[in-house]
């Protein structure tokens, strides 16, 4: 056939690849006094991956793509959560997160944004300030993408 009738209105569909190419941060801030060594979680659903950790750097720059398989057509909405790598520290403190929904992307298209960090929910109502931005791009591609035919 080849025709375009059917496809869906989404390139959300289950077994799809999401390619996510965390690229950098700029304007962190510090978590503590002593050196900030950042690095940012990604989840799609109920899949997490992270980035490695750029030591002492408050505008790291991962240029790293993290890959998930669309298991969910509903879950189209990215989270993002840049922590600071403590040793020692019983949990890795939050320096910013944020949410980017791309469920009308179409496929092998990609989207590029700038994200807005805030501060994690849970803190005090005087740290509700820009915790600097997030530089990431998105794309969807079919599950065969890459491969040798």
């Given at each position: 056939?080849?025709?375009?009738?059917?496809?869906?209105?989404?390139?959300?569909?289950?077994?799809?690849?999401?390619?996510?190419?965390?690229?950098?941060?700029?304007?962190?801030?510090?978590?503590?006094?002593?050196?900030?060594?950042?690095?940012?979680?990604?989840?799609?659903?109920?899949?997490?991956?992270?980035?490695?950790?750029?030591?002492?750097?408050?505008?790291?720059?991962?240029?790293?793509?993290?890959?998930?398989?669309?298991?969910?057509?509903?879950?189209?909405?990215?989270?993002?959560?840049?922590?600071?790598?403590?040793?020692?520290?019983?949990?890795?403190?939050?320096?910013?997160?944020?949410?980017?929904?791309?469920?009308?992307?179409?496929?092998?298209?990609?989207?590029?944004?700038m994200l807005t960090l805030l501060p994690d929910v849970n803190a005090s109502f005087f740290?509700?300030?820009?915790?600097?931005?997030?530089?990431?791009?998105?794309?969807?591609?079919?599950?065969?993408?890459?491969?040798?035919?």
């Amino acid at each position: 056939h080849g025709g375009c009738e059917g496809l869906p209105a989404t390139a959300f569909a289950v077994g799809r690849k999401v390619k996510v190419t965390v690229a950098e941060a700029r304007g962190l801030i510090y978590s503590n006094l002593l050196a900030t060594h950042p690095y940012c979680v990604v989840r799609l659903g109920t899949q997490m991956r992270q980035t490695r950790t750029i030591q002492n750097s408050l505008k790291p720059k991962w240029n790293e793509t993290l890959t998930f398989t669309v298991a969910d057509s509903s879950a189209t909405t990215l989270f993002f959560t840049v922590h600071d790598s403590t040793d020692g520290a019983d949990e890795d403190a939050i320096l910013g997160q944020c949410a980017h929904n791309v469920g009308g992307l179409a496929l092998r298209h990609s989207d590029e944004a700038m994200l807005t960090l805030l501060p994690d929910v849970n803190a005090s109502f005087f740290a509700l300030r820009d915790r600097g931005r997030l530089t990431v791009k998105v794309e969807v591609v079919d599950a065969d993408a890459g491969r040798p035919a």
